[in-house]
């Protein structure tokens, strides 16, 4: 089984809260380091712009190619639920090792705080939400259900198989666990 999220671009408003909610329930210092990220982008001229947003996490990507480039095999793909996890206590920390992780992702995925030699950190399911059969905590908090998770085959019989979105594009390398859809100019 493969446990990935849905994403429907066309009802973010860009609001933040799963964002925000991530920190919140995984404790992360105010800064940069977001295991959970809304990008925006925008297209045309005024008067005419379009602007998109995309929530971006870790996909758990079928084929993780972060999991390839650790060189401390810090980074591992769960067997029952295909969640990939990362081990901070194996990492070897950024400037020990160059970010590959962060260098191989397609999707910008692997954080780092602002300490030194900074061990990574990422999107983890919300695993301790997951073992309770409860969505992830950005999932819960989008007030608009842009969000969604669940088994991936549960999420393509109810969303389809959308793969294509604005500032999105769907690896074919890596496979990420995530159903899209887009945000449409018309
Ligand atoms: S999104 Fe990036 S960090 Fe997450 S599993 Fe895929 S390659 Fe790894
Ligand atoms: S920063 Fe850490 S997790 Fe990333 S590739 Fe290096 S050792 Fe592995």
């Not at 769960?78 to 992702?105: F, Q, S, T």
């Not at 905590?137 to 007030?143: D, F, K, L, M, Y």
């Not at 842009?146 to 500032?167: N, S």
Request: charged share 25%; aromatic share 8%; hydrophobic share 35%.
């Amino acid at each position: 089984m493969q446990m990935g999220f849905y994403f429907d671009q066309s009802r973010c408003t860009g609001c933040c809260a799963c964002q925000v909610a991530c920190k919140d329930w995984h404790d992360v210092p105010a800064g940069d380091e977001k295991w959970m990220r809304v990008l925006y982008s925008e297209k045309g001229r005024f008067p005419n712009v379009f602007v998109a947003y995309l929530a971006s996490a870790c996909w758990h990507c079928a084929a993780p190619i972060c999991a390839d480039a650790c060189p401390a095999d810090a980074i591992s793909k769960r067997e029952n639920d295909g969640i990939v996890l990362v081990d901070p206590e194996k990492c070897l920390g950024k400037d020990d090792c160059g970010a590959k992780c962060l260098k191989a992702c397609p999707y910008d995925a692997p954080q780092f705080g602002p300490e030194e030699n900074a061990r990574m950190h990422k999107c983890n399911f919300c695993e301790d939400r997951l073992a309770e059969n409860k969505v992830p905590n950005c999932v819960e908090a989008c007030p608009v259900r842009a969000l969604d998770a669940g088994p991936m085959e549960e999420l393509e019989t109810k969303y389809g198989t959308g793969r294509t979105a604005e500032a999105f594009t769907w690896s074919k390398r890596t496979r990420p666990s995530v159903i899209l859809k887009a945000k449409s100019a018309e």
